[in-house]
């Protein structure tokens, strides 16, 4: 597979080399065709392009953290370097010397106005299906926004990522340009919900797996998959991983309110629904459900056998710091703590999303319907790898959950790609959970696992043979264990 990507890689340098020399661009659709009257910016056709524009999503990705909406300069992410998103207000800087065509050009083949490659982290592959009369809509409404001016160094990726000509070689392979064909065989709602979904809500984006190109796997088609440090889980029917064990009105009001009696939106979901989803009609999220549940359900993923002294040092540390929001039962308190069991984001393939939940802690995001966020407090101060890594191990295979263990390696990887501020004095010591520490009430050598039961304050048996009782990992000399333990250690 290495070899391959080489060969690729160098092929498309020379292409893009030859490209580059010769002035060569990709051809125009748009440039051959006529150029397009502008529409009238009535009123009927602004607000249908600042419905368009939310259905897209476009200011959670055009608006850096703390700057001014639609200016561009947020960082996005990918396995190639870093880009910096652009600046779609009608400023000089931004898209105020645009025509219609030029915008239009921009969704349907990545290219801009001055004829130069757009990295496919603007997802054109999927905008390419918007209509042209939907195009004029946002590209109307955008043209109304203030102006900002910003110019950031968008383009920061390393040789030879940072050639746009290459960016031809990735079109030839990947991009099927539109517009949006409705399957005559298929209902309006199911016709609605494809279109929200694949063009102007560019989902797969996000939940469908890449190849090494960074190229969506189409026969894997929501299955879930890493982006931006996060892993977006699967979205098809599965009973487990996916959207099986939710009905048509939570997922609605998942995407309406950002929280249902499986879930809270946080993170990166927590803009779309901020932004997006939430400003949606019930209409367009109902045709939304429709074409989800109409995806193939991804293949059922192996089980397997979690070790058992790891899922008792996980449950220890469960008790001690989780039960009390999520229930010793992992139900939860459906609408405000969301269940661990039988929670699909839990059980995924990759474990990236919930340890970034109990490294970093997460809000819930507030919305009109739901105006008061959750939080649920970090835990990367208190937790080493190994200790982390077993009550991940131990929740997602509790209550019927069933996901591959965590390793406290894993942890460690995800851990270097947060950022902390100070933590409380003492912070680097990481004392045994099974049992309370010096600052607690709890009696010393008392099992913490009986806390909030009829047994609180019975002896802590000693499952070491040397009357040690501890069981928490320190992620270093004890890698090569799952959770950073020894197997034979205690739970």
């Known amino acids: 597979m290495r070899r391959w990507l080489a060969r ?46 939310a259905a897209g999503d476009c200011q959670a990705c055009h608006t850096r953290p703390g700057g001014q909406a639609f200016a561009g300069g947020r960082t996005v992410a990918t396995p190639f370097g870093k880009l910096l998103s652009a600046n779609i207000t009608p400023d000089r800087t931004g898209i105020g ?57 968008r383009n920061q990726l390393p040789f030879p990522f940072n050639i746009r000509p290459l960016v031809a070689v990735w079109n030839w392979l990947f991009l099927k340009t539109g517009p949006f064909r409705p399957d005559p065989s298929r209902s309006a709602g199911w016709n609605r919900g494809a279109y929200l979904v694949e063009a102007l809500g560019h989902c797969q984006a996000c939940h469908t797996p890449k190849n090494l190109l960074g190229a969506p796997k189409r026969a894997e088609a929501f299955r879930g998959g890493p982006f931006s440090g996060w892993f977006a889980p699967d979205l098809t029917p599965n009973a487990r991983t996916g959207l099986g064990g939710w009905s048509r009105a939570e997922l609605v009001a ?17 803009d779309v629904v901020i932004y997006s989803t939430s400003q949606l009609t019930d209409g367009d999220l109902d045709a939304i459900a429709t074409y989800l549940g109409a995806q193939r359900t991804s293949p059922a993923a192996r089980a397997e056998t979690p070790d058992r002294a790891v899922m008792r040092q996980g449950q220890a540390i469960f008790v001690d710091s989780c039960s009390a929001c999520h229930r010793m039962d992992g139900g939860g308190v459906p609408g405000w ?4 069991k039988a929670d699909a984001n839990l059980q995924q393939g990759q474990s990236t999303t919930t340890l970034r939940f109990i490294l970093a802690g997460v809000r819930s995001t507030p919305t009109s319907a739901r105006p008061t966020p959750l939080s649920m407090p970090a835990y990367a101060w208190k937790l080493s790898d190994g200790q982390v890594a077993a009550v991940a191990t131990f929740v997602r295979n509790s209550w019927g959950n069933a996901a591959p263990s965590v390793s406290a390696h894993e942890v460690s990887k995800v851990r270097e790609g947060l950022t902390f501020g100070p933590g409380p004095a003492g912070s680097l010591a990481h004392p045994a959970l099974d049992r309370p520490g010096p600052g607690t009430w709890s009696a010393a050598d008392t099992d913490s696992r009986d806390n909030g039961t009829r047994n609180a304050g019975r002896t802590a048996p000693r499952s070491d043979g040397q ?19 020894n197997a034979g250690g205690p739970g």
């Not at 998942?254 to 979901?269: D, I, P, Q, V």
């Open 8 to 53: 690729t890689l160098g092929m498309a340098l020379l292409l893009g080399a030859g490209l580059a020399a010769l002035g060569v661009r990709q051809p125009s659709h748009a440039q051959a065709q006529p150029p397009a009257a502008a529409a009238p910016a009535t009123s009927d056709l602004l607000a249908r392009g600042r419905y368009l524009t």
């Open 97 to 153: 010397g645009w025509t219609a065509d030029q915008f239009y050009r921009a969704l349907h083949q990545g290219v801009d106005d001055d004829g130069q490659h757009l990295y496919p982290a603007f997802p054109y592959n999927y905008y390419t299906l918007l209509t042209r009369a939907d195009s004029d809509a946002i590209f109307a409404y955008l043209k109304t926004l203030p102006a900002v001016a910003n110019s950031p160094r």
């Open 254 to 270: 998942f995407l309406k309110t950002g929280r249902n009696a499986h879930a809270a939106a946080s993170g990166e979901m927590g």
């Open 337 to 340: 703590f969301p269940p661990l």
């Open 467 to 485: 009357g040690t009782g501890r069981s928490g990992g320190n992620g270093g000399a004890d890698k090569g264990h799952p959770a950073g333990v």
